[in-house]
Every structure is written in structure tokens, then in C-alpha cells.
């Protein structure tokens, strides 16, 4: 997703309470990737659906632990959980419409790269994935 606030891409996310990672990481999906807020509750409830199967599949935890943030102050920073979870067969991703909502200017699937300019440290999470995965992670931007 593109951010409002500033224009960089960045993976959707948001602030996380104590013991609700789940919860959070598809209510954040769907409010800033798929527009959830503005949604009929018939939608939204489909929607559930379909983020509990994806949460259900193989994950990993990619980082855990302080990241550099342009927010941070001397008695403010951040601590991230990022979490991978694959859509092997697609079933799910494919179903879902993509919309921009929330802190989200836009939002499409892009190709990454490590010349994609991204917020804070999600470049980093994103080498991380691909390295685990056994993808190709670009070390020039294709011409």
C-alpha cells in the first residue's frame, strides 16, 4: 500500500494490544488493503472468513524486536512483529478485492525489488521473506 503520509509503500499494519497479533494483523489487512470500514457487513463478513483461512496456513514470524522509524523520538519507538503468511494455491488472495481505506493512499500488488522505496524497515522484512522462501530477491531494478 501507498501511505498518505508521506507516499512510500509499505506493508499494511498498524498498532497491535497485547495478545491479539491475529486479530490485528488481518483487522489491519483488511481496513487499509481491502477499504473493510467502508464495507457492507455482509462484505465484511466474507472477508473474515477468508482472512481466518489465510491466518490459518503456514506462517512464520519474519522479525520481531525495535526497528528504525522515522516516528521515534527519545521516549517514543517502535517495536515490530512481522509476520509471512503464503497463499500457495492462491485461493484465498485471489478472492479478495483490493482497495485503499485507512492510512492507505493506494494499494496494488507490486513487484519487489530492493530499489522499491519503502517504508522504514519493510525492505528489510521483505529480503527476509523472499530469502526464506528460496525467492529471488533483485539486487538491480530490471531495465
Known sequence: MERKDGGEWAIPGGVVGPGEISAA?????????????????????????????????EHFV???????????????????????????TG?????????AGDDAEKVRWVDINDKLKLYASHSQFLQ???EKRGAHWSEHYPE
Open 62 to 88: 519474519v522479525y520481531n524486536g525495535y526497528v528504525g522509524d522515522p516516528r521515534h523520538t527519545d521516549n517514543v519507538w517502535m517495536d515490530t512483529e512481522a509476520v509471512n503468511y503464503h497463499d500457495e
Open 25 to 57: 494483523l488481518k483487522r489491519e489487512f483488511a481496513e487499509e488493503a481491502v477499504n473493510s470500514s467502508q464495507k457492507p457487513r455482509a462484505d465484511t463478513q466474507e472477508l473474515e472468513k477468508q482472512l481466518h483461512k489465510l491466518c490459518s496456513q
Open 128 to 130: 527476509l521473506v523472499a
Open 91 to 99: 485461493e484465498v488472495m485471489d478472492l479478495l478485492s483490493l482497495e
